[in-house]
């Protein structure tokens, strides 16, 4: 069974809402920071935002603040992305991925699921 799971992605229009799903396990990653990820075609892969192992503490990439929101359900081992306001430019490839480190810290990453398409449209 994977470590990490994604699920949710899809086609949706410009200014259209998606939320994904990382499925963690339980006791590998119970006490790992999830990050979420995305990688458009011919771009480099970019942090989108970060939650702490009890979901309390959070950060987000300047260019989603407001739009996107993550959180973290403990007892499903699950975290979601919720994204509204979708742009054209938001499509990529997502990926989520396990850090034991705190939610500041990008350089921790191990541990990534396979990732699922978001495509917006306009």
């Known amino acids: 069974q994977a470590l990490l799971d994604e699920s949710g992605g899809g086609l949706v229009q410009a200014g259209g809402s998606l939320r994904l799903s990382c499925v963690h396990s339980?006791?590998?990653?119970?006490?790992?920071?999830i990050g979420w990820f995305r990688q458009a075609p011919g771009k480099e892969r970019e942090f989108v935002a970060a939650?702490?192992?009890?979901?309390?503490?959070?950060s987000y990439e300047d260019s989603v603040k407001g739009r996107f929101t993550i959180s973290r359900d403990t007892l499903k081992n699950t975290v979601y992305l919720q994204m509204n306001s979708l742009k054209i430019e938001d499509t990529a490839v997502f990926y989520c991925a396990a850090s034991p480190r705190g939610v500041s810290d990008l350089n921790g990453y191990e541990f990534w699921g396979q990732g699922t398409q978001v495509t917006v449209s306009s």
């Open positions: 939650v702490d192992w009890s979901g309390t503490l959070t």
């Open positions: 339980e006791y590998t990653l119970k006490m790992h920071t």
